[in-house]
């Protein structure tokens, strides 16, 4: 079989070429293909800085600088997988709910045809429809979630579904198995202790910044692993939950986050579970003048394709 590969650097100059993520082939739809990459530039569930609309085009942009050749896990995932860019979701600009339901329905295709989804997000709101139309073929999911915030205000200015509810809701509908979610980066000042306990009184896994500092997250990652083992997982990573010295370009910025290499550990070290697929959201490009935001997301999508269980190594 002949696998979709990203256009190489030394075949066309790294700034120039489609506009697409990896410079890969796009398609209209997810048929035929092991993944896909999705944009959703929906920024109107933020409570802060907007932007995050922008930031599909972004990381695609900054994404030209990434090779197919991970060299620390050997894997080239384009050699055992096929994957195309399948462009954005049509969000309706002025209604979030709506644009809640055209999101879902868009994912529902995807999972008709059997492909794993990486989103370019977006706000954070987006992973809601996204982990409704997963449930619907896998059952309530495991979560890896990377984050500053654990997104499970029962509100926001009276509104049920916004950037920073998700994951309440996502527990109140089923959608995810508790005990196989693991929250990891959450920081910074709150409302009260239930930002952080509420996900844990459900049987989550907190994992707050400050238990991160100074260390390896390998460790950490090992009793992930054994806590995920057995079921679908899917990845959610707020761009936030990484510190603003590496991610300046995002809506809710908390210092004292997670580094870039910890980002890294986390997102490598789900290799092994049933990766099913996963998300980076709340880049913000109006934030993010020097483009390293736009560009550390799009390499942590590339990693999460890498840990999908059929990227595997040349030699196997």
Known sequence: MSYNQPLGGNEMPRFAGPATMMRLPVQDDAAGLDACFVGVPLDIGTSNRAGARFGPR??????????????????SPFDTMQVADIGDVPINTFNLLKSVDIIEDFYDDIVRHGAAPFTMGGDHTIVLPILRALKKKYGPLGVVHVDAHADVNDHMFGEKVAHGTPFRRAVEE?????????????????????????????????????????????????????????????????????????????????????TTIQGLEIVRGCRGLEIIGGDLVEVSPPYDPSGNTALLGANLLYEMLCVHPKATPRNL
């Open 58 to 75: 972004q990381i695609r942009a900054e994404s030209s600088m990434i090779r197919p050749y991970n060299m620390s896990s050997g894997i």
């Open 174 to 258: 089923n959608l995810v198995d508790p005990a196989r979610v693991v929250q990891i980066g959450l920081r910074a000042t709150g409302y009260s202790d239930d930002d952080f306990n509420w996900p844990r009184e459900q049987g989550m896994r907190v994992v707050q910044a400050e238990q991160c500092w100074h260390k390896s997250l390998s460790p950490l990652m090992e009793e992930v692993r054994a806590q995920m083992a057995g079921g679908p997982v899917y990845i959610s990573f707020d761009i936030d939950g990484l510190d603003p010295a590496y991610a300046p370009g995002t809506g809710t910025v908390e210092i004292g986050g997670l």
